[in-house]
């Protein structure tokens, strides 16, 4: 299986603030990367597919870039409702893989 | 809207079995592949299972091939996850999540509220 690594696995930010989440694949998945948003005691939400497409209704400061091996979510100003957990996640095979989760919580 | 409702999950001895279901709503159902994905605080978000539009292709994790089994009935908008032999390590959240195509390897763009299943003596 293909191993996604996230990091941080947690960071502090402030309301306004410039986001950046990290994932690194364990083997070349071409853009074939969705990134997730969980808050506590729900079902994660899709965000952005295919590396940098933005499901329909997340908001444009969501932005998504990367190819091969190495990827990142950014939040280019970090809003109240932005605290939650992301998840990275490979398509590329049938046993899709995710990452642990970055928890981006108050400073 | 899309809505996923998930339902069978409990309380389990080791070795038992459950059987899940998810009933699906507000998409063409039978032209879009299915998958269970569990969750839990020690090992994250785990795909489980999936299962192609038709229900003639099932996928399975390596970690519960040959316990579980998927399938779905079209006429009912519904899947099934039935769960044998159950351990210690299958306990977690089992989410229904629909596919974005037919038959292959996509990301998710809906997912269920989540059912929890416990298995402990």
């Known amino acids: 299986d293909v191993q996604m690594t996230q990091s941080p696995s947690t960071l502090s930010a402030s309301v306004g603030d410039r986001v950046t989440i990290a994932c690194r694949a364990s083997?070349?998945?071409?853009?074939?990367l969705a990134w997730y948003q969980q808050k506590p005691g729900k079902a994660p939400k899709l965000l952005i597919y295919?590396?940098?497409t933005l499901q329909t209704g997340v908001p444009s400061r969501f932005s998504g870039s990367g190819s091969g091996t190495e990827f990142t979510l950014t939040i280019s100003s970090l809003q109240p409702d932005d605290f939650a957990t992301y998840y990275c996640?490979?398509?590329?095979?049938?046993?899709?893989?995710f990452g642990r989760g970055t928890k981006v919580g108050v400073k | 809207e899309v809505e996923l409702l998930e339902s069978g999950g409990g309380l389990v001895q080791p070795g038992e079995s459950l059987r899940l279901s998810c009933v699906a709503s507000g998409f063409s159902f039978n032209t879009y592949a299915m998958s269970w994905v569990r969750q839990t605080p020690g090992k994250g978000l785990q795909w489980v299972s999936g299962i192609s539009g038709s229900g003639g292709n099932s996928y399975y994790a390596d970690s519960v091939k040959g316990r579980f089994t998927i399938s779905r009935d079209n006429s009912k908008n519904t899947i099934f996850l039935q769960m044998n032999n159950l351990r210690a390590e299958d306990a977690a959240i089992y989410y229904c999540?629909?596919?974005?195509?037919?038959?292959?390897?996509?990301?998710?763009?809906?997912w269920g509220q989540g059912t929890l299943v416990t298995v402990s003596s």
């Open positions: 996640q490979q398509y590329s095979s049938y046993s899709r893989t």
């Open positions: 083997r070349n998945i071409s853009r074939w």
């Open positions: 295919t590396t940098s």
């Open positions: 999540a629909k596919d974005t195509g037919y038959d292959g390897y996509y990301y998710f763009d809906q």
